[in-house]
């Protein structure tokens, strides 16, 4: 499975990057390729290749605060999810996202 990702949070400090680093290690853990942007406190680190957008399964973007420049996303499948769920339970969440994508 290929995942495109964006964290963010309300301070753009611990959760946006704690959510992102969850995610990473739970898709190498599940033979997963993944990129994470992150919309943190000083603005959008490892901006997500156009190209990998258009190629990737499915895109989770999290919830906590609007995610800038969303219509990057537009006619991917995208999954919504609080940037704690990412960190508390990236794994189960990568796991559902597998079988119903039939990876």
Excluded at 10 to 30: I, N, R, W
Excluded at 57 to 66: E, H, K, P, S
């Amino acid at each position: 499975m290929k995942i495109a990702a964006v964290t963010a949070c309300p301070s753009g400090v611990a959760h946006t990057y704690m959510s992102a680093e969850a995610l990473q290690v739970a898709a190498k853990d599940q033979g997963c390729e993944c990129h994470v942007e992150t919309q943190g406190q000083i603005g959008i680190e490892n901006r997500l290749d156009p190209q990998y957008i258009k190629d990737c399964d499915v895109v989770i973007l999290t919830n906590d605060i609007g995610i800038k420049d969303e219509d990057r996303f537009k006619g991917k499948l995208v999954l919504r999810v609080k940037a704690g769920a990412l960190i508390k339970q990236s794994s189960p969440i990568l796991h559902k996202l597998a079988e119903k994508l039939g990876c």
